[in-house]
C-alpha cells in the first residue's frame, strides 16, 4: 500500500492534510478539513473512493455573515464538491464531517447530485462501505 499526505487550505492553518491511499486495486482519497483546492483535485484524480467534508448550501443560507464568510474560506460546500466530483469521477463520494445547520443528510446529497451524477452517500458513525 502506498500511502500520500498532502496540504490543502484550511483558512490560515498551515498544517491541514488530506490523504490518498493507493493498494494494487483501489485508491481512497481522504480530503481533510479543506475549502475546494487543486492540489486535492490533483490527488483525487483516478479515485475509487472519496471521502470529503461538506457544508449545507441550505443550511450555509441561515447563518450570520461572519460566519458565511469564515465557512466558505475554510470549507467546501455541497455544490463545489459536485461539482469537483463531477470533474474526478469517483466510483462511491462518501461525505464526512458534515455541517448541516439544520438541513438533513438527504438534502446535503440532494445538493451535491445537482453537480455530480455518481453514487453519494452521507456517512454516518459506524457506517461501513
Given at each position: 500500500?502506498k ?11 498551515p498544517e ?21 483546492s ?15 467534508e ?6 450555509f443560507?441561515k447563518?450570520?455573515p461572519?460566519?458565511?464568510?469564515y465557512?466558505?474560506?475554510n ?8 461539482r ?14 458534515q455541517?448541516?445547520?439544520g438541513?438533513?443528510h438527504?438534502t ?6 445537482s ?6 452517500v452521507?456517512?454516518?458513525d459506524?457506517?461501513?462501505?
Amino acid at each position: 500500500m502506498k500511502v500520500e499526505a498532502f496540504r490543502v487550505p484550511h483558512g490560515s492553518w498551515p498544517e491541514a492534510w488530506g490523504y490518498r491511499f493507493t493498494t494494487p486495486d483501489t485508491v481512497i482519497v481522504i480530503s481533510g478539513d479543506t475549502a475546494p483546492s487543486d492540489v486535492l483535485k490533483q490527488y483525487s484524480q483516478g479515485a475509487d473512493v472519496l471521502i470529503h467534508e461538506v457544508y449545507s448550501e441550505e443550511g450555509f443560507a441561515k447563518k450570520e455573515p461572519q460566519w458565511q464568510k469564515y465557512h466558505a474560506k475554510n470549507h467546501t460546500s455541497t455544490t463545489e464538491l459536485g461539482r469537483l466530483a463531477a470533474e474526478v469521477k469517483p466510483k462511491l463520494l462518501i461525505l464526512y464531517h458534515q455541517l448541516l445547520w439544520g438541513s438533513t443528510h438527504e438534502t446535503l446529497i440532494d445538493e451535491v447530485k445537482s453537480e455530480f451524477s455518481g453514487t453519494v452517500v452521507s456517512a454516518r458513525d459506524l457506517d461501513i462501505f
